[in-house]
């Protein structure tokens, strides 16, 4: 899939799709603008730290501290929003979890770490195949199963048959967050993503008959999302078509 060159933008643009709303924006802005307790679920993927400081220099992730003010805003947020029912699913890897955790904890506290067995992946000294899942469980979650899911591929090890081609660099499968939505709630239901990258979320929402709200500061990744929802609205039109015939 084509994705539409980047650019930075000052305010926030959205669109509104039959099953919730994709904003371009920064999340940090555009989340204060939701009602309090009005979220079933967040699932997010933030962007995981590249190896650039706050001011675009070459840095490391010692540098991560920089974006605690940020983070703790955030997360005060999610709990703002977040009806007391409501799960979140928070991914990071093995370098920002130690970042991320006590935050996490501190604000919206922690029930569970989950894992991603992901079957492949990089790494020079032994390959790095798990991605990690903070998870706070909402009043009167019971979710069975274990915290390891190991039976989704990445797209180095096969999504690309079932989610089609990779467009963003840390793209994670449909199936993947279809889960999550499922597990943790109804039809029906709201889901946020605060860092929507190419539109993921929000495709597993409507595969899942839930509505959502996306967040995405990249313009280029703002529009790929657009142009993932028509195709899977067209997509879902043409299938009901078919079996209504």
Not at 148 to 174: C, E, L, N, W
Request: charged content about 20%; aromatic content about 14%.
């Amino acid at each position: 899939m084509f994705r539409y060159p980047s650019c930075n933008l000052s305010t926030y643009d959205r669109r509104e799709f039959p099953g919730g709303t994709v904003y371009n924006g920064d999340c940090l802005d555009v989340i204060k603008t939701l009602p309090e307790s009005s979220v079933d679920c967040i699932v997010t993927d933030p962007p995981y730290f590249l190896g650039m400081t706050h001011n675009g220099q070459k840095g490391n992730f010692r540098d991560l501290s920089i974006c605690r003010p940020f983070y703790r805003d955030l997360f005060n947020e999610f709990r703002r929003v977040c009806r007391p029912e409501a799960c979140i699913y928070f991914f990071c890897d093995w370098r920002g979890y130690a970042f991320y955790y006590p935050l996490f904890d501190e604000i919206l506290k922690a029930h569970n770490m989950l894992v991603w067995n992901k079957l492949s992946g990089p790494g020079n000294h032994y390959a790095f195949i798990h991605e990690l899942i903070l998870f706070h469980a909402g009043k009167g979650a019971n979710i069975g199963g274990t915290n390891i899911i190991s039976d989704i591929r990445a797209f180095t090890s096969g999504a690309k048959s079932t989610d089609g081609a990779k467009v963003h660099p840390t793209q994670k499968p449909v199936a993947l967050i279809q889960k999550f939505i499922e597990d943790a709630t109804a039809p029906g239901a709201v889901i946020l993503d605060t860092f929507g990258g190419s539109g993921s979320t929000a495709v597993a929402a409507v595969r899942s008959g839930r509505r959502f709200i996306l967040m995405e500061q990249d313009e280029g990744y703002y529009h790929t999302t657009c142009k993932r929802l028509e195709d899977e609205y067209r997509y879902c039109k043409i299938s009901r078509f078919s079996s209504d015939n």
